[in-house]
């Protein structure tokens, strides 16, 4: 009876400890993966602000170029109309001159754009990249020390499994059932009966059945949340288990 109640008390423990340990094996691999997720993301978002930087800076180029080829255009333009004869074929080259240069007006409004927009996304990569080093230096400290807990947690669960297997195997064959619905339940299996109460739901115990728990002629559950009933003194004098 008593020595049971060791066990029971025992594997309750170990039941505990297992189950942080098993919050811990789960709950450490999501930490390190959601630090893993920002850093990837703030560098996923750095390699699209350098391929718009790219695309913009080809895009200018583009523009650039062709302003250059307009304004060689109307040079060569301007020297043609010396030597035209015909007073409709001046205008006609007059018209196309200014209609070039108009062009290019224009263009060169959308080089000055793309520029503004290259100033802004390389400020934006400026800091990108600031936000990106701290980032790596703060949750790379943080995923190193989950890693290592981790490796401490996986390296203290599987004896403690065996430790458990060891206790569980000294329950009484009639206690298990109780066990395996009370602890997982009510979070634990034993309560102290005190008074005629029972403490783990604070309700009263018969008289009759409080002498038995008293008497420890038998395994007692308490009538309204069916945990074991035990006594101060029943615990106190009972053995450790080896
Ligand atoms: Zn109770």
Redesign the pocket.
Known sequence: MREQLVVLDTLQRIDLELSKLEENLNDYPRKISDFEFELKTAKERLERLDAEKQTLQKNKTRLEQEVSSNEELVKKAEQKLFEIKTHKEYEALQKEIADTKRRNIDLEDKVLEDMTRIETVEAEIATGREDLAAKEAEYGEKINGYKEKLEEVKSVYEPKKEEKEKIASRISPELIPIYNKISKRNGGVL?LAKKEL??????K?PSQLFNEVLTHTRFI???????I?YTEEELNSAAKPE
Request: proline share 6%; net charge positive.
């Open positions: 309560a029972c403490t783990g739901c604070n309700m115990i559950q308490c009538p309204n949340c069916q945990k009933l």
